[in-house]
């Protein structure tokens, strides 16, 4: 018997092989993946809970992350978010509780690529007995190419137990963290944006803190300089984000920034003026202007007297 096979037959069976071959040896994208350390805990009602997240690339290059937690309503009240040791060193938007959800947003200046890349985390206490997750609906994960493109990522789920009341070898106990070191050491660049204010000179600068993370950067512009090797009281010092716009915008002030971490320990960068300032411009200059003027009239008006004297003696 002849089997007669077809041209037809012979090009299927060809598609057929490249198919198995691609299936069988292609290398699928990875994609990265948000862990969460804790993952599955059990706690009391009334106890204190820390999850942490972190962030596996799988191989990934990547220098940009942000995302939404979310957490059941009326379930947990928040306690804090620490950013210590993160791989995030530039926060475009701090993490922080609003109702149900935290937001965040960050740069990792020069990539991050790794298994292990800590993100944040979250302390709550638990307030409702039950079984609860903690879940990222919404994040977004940018690659270190210089072309903006998103990594595909996948998400995992923070279990919580919360019982009225937990054996004493599954309670998760409370730690209280403390914080005696100052943020890292960090310089400011001062820039022109053409994206910021018409073009306008900006401070740009950033640092870490790994015990505590940093709560805030507190800015302040003054004509006078101020001697770093005393107590500095930053209480007064506005609140800012980089890029901060200079209000001083004609480069005659000094410029000082403290980043302060979560535990008020400060570290302290500043920039000269970078024109010298016009002398009606400097309150030093006015002081003793007006000091001269003072002794001036004093002098002035103990002469009339003595000359007025010096008539009458006449």
């Known amino acids: 018997m002849k089997y007669i096979v077809s041209r037809q037959s012979v090009s299927l069976l060809a598609v057929l092989t490249a198919s198995a071959g691609l299936f069988f040896f292609a290398t699928?994208?990875?994609?990265?993946?948000?862990?969460?350390?804790?993952?599955?805990?059990?706690?009391?009602?009334?106890e204190t809970v820390s999850v942490t997240l972190f962030l596996d690339t799988q191989g990934a290059d990547i220098n940009a992350v942000e995302g939404t937690i979310t957490m059941p309503e009326n379930v947990f009240s928040f306690v804090d978010v620490y950013t210590d040791s993160s791989i995030i060193t530039l926060w475009t938007r701090q993490p922080e509780a609003s109702q149900q959800s935290?937001?965040?947003s960050g740069i990792t200046p020069g990539g991050f690529e790794g298994p292990n890349g800590r993100l944040l985390s979250l302390q709550l206490v638990a307030q409702k007995v039950?079984?609860?997750?903690?879940?990222?609906?919404?994040v977004l994960v940018l690659k270190n190419d210089g072309t903006g493109q998103s990594v595909r990522t996948t998400t995992g789920f923070a279990k919580i137990h919360v019982s009225q009341e937990v054996p004493?070898?599954?309670?998760?106990?409370?730690?209280t963290p403390t914080d005696k070191i100052a943020p890292e050491d960090f310089t400011i660049q001062i820039t022109q944006d053409p994206t910021v204010s018409h073009n306008a000179w900006v401070a740009v600068f950033a640092t870490q803190d790994k015990q505590s993370g940093i709560r805030e950067?507190?800015?302040?512009?003054?004509?006078?300089p101020?001697?770093?090797?005393?107590?500095?009281?930053?209480?007064?010092?506005?609140?800012?984000?980089?890029?901060?716009?200079l209000v001083d915008q004609s480069?005659?002030?000094?410029?000082?920034?403290?980043?302060?971490d979560r535990f008020g320990n400060l570290k302290i960068a500043h920039v000269d003026p970078s024109h010298n300032a016009s002398w009606y411009n400097?309150?030093?200059v006015w002081y003793i202007l007006i000091v001269l003027i003072i002794i001036l009239v004093y002098w002035l008006t103990l002469k009339q007297k003595k000359n007025i004297h010096d008539l009458e003696a006449t």
């Open 102 to 104: 935290v937001r965040f």
């Open 130 to 138: 039950g079984d609860w997750q903690l879940s990222l609906p919404d």
């Open 28 to 46: 699928p994208a990875l994609a990265a993946r948000f862990n969460w350390q804790a993952a599955d805990v059990t706690v009391g009602v009334g």
């Open 282 to 284: 400097i309150p030093l």
């Open 217 to 224: 950067y507190r800015v302040l512009e003054t004509k006078q």
């Open 168 to 175: 004493v070898s599954k309670a998760t106990p409370k730690v």
């Open 251 to 260: 480069r005659t002030s000094f410029i000082y920034i403290a980043a302060v």
């Open 226 to 245: 101020l001697n770093l090797q005393t107590k500095i009281d930053t209480s007064q010092w506005q609140v800012a984000v980089g890029p901060y716009v």
